[in-house]
């Protein structure tokens, strides 16, 4: 899997994540479902993976609509994010954390903490 540098931390992308899904479990039924939460400007999203024979993953997201320059696309961003991290829950593109490359884009570095995994 390709993965990139954010941050002085390597992330491998959602999409490479998918990829690698579909690679590992060709014979397996996969359903990915996502919910979203609206609350004013800010979209939460929880995504499931359900692998057959391995088990289910759940990882959640949210963003804020009109923030930053993908706050047209707020709720885009943030179930990629959660679908990267129900994968990361399952193993799959794991690097230096959970987190996305999508998701450590939308941290500010000043935000992180001492190195420390916050995701």
């Known amino acids: 899997m390709k993965a990139i540098e954010i941050k002085g931390k390597l992330y491998v992308p959602v999409v490479e994540r998918v990829k690698e899904l579909y690679k590992l479990f ?18 939460s999203v ?12 759940t990882g959640h997201s949210q963003a804020t609509y009109g923030k930053g320059m993908m706050g047209d696309v707020a709720l885009e961003v943030a179930e990629t994010s ?18 996305s490359a999508d998701e450590m884009r939308k941290v500010k570095k000043e935000d992180l903490l001492n190195d420390q995994d916050i995701y």
């Open 26 to 43: 060709p014979e397996k039924i996969i359903d990915i479902n996502t919910d979203a939460v609206y609350e004013g400007e800010r979209v």
């Open 46 to 57: 929880k995504a499931t993976i359900s692998i057959e024979g391995y088990g289910s993953f």
């Open 82 to 99: 959660a679908i990267g991290r129900a994968l990361g829950f399952a193993n799959i593109g794991l690097v230096d954390s959970i987190a």
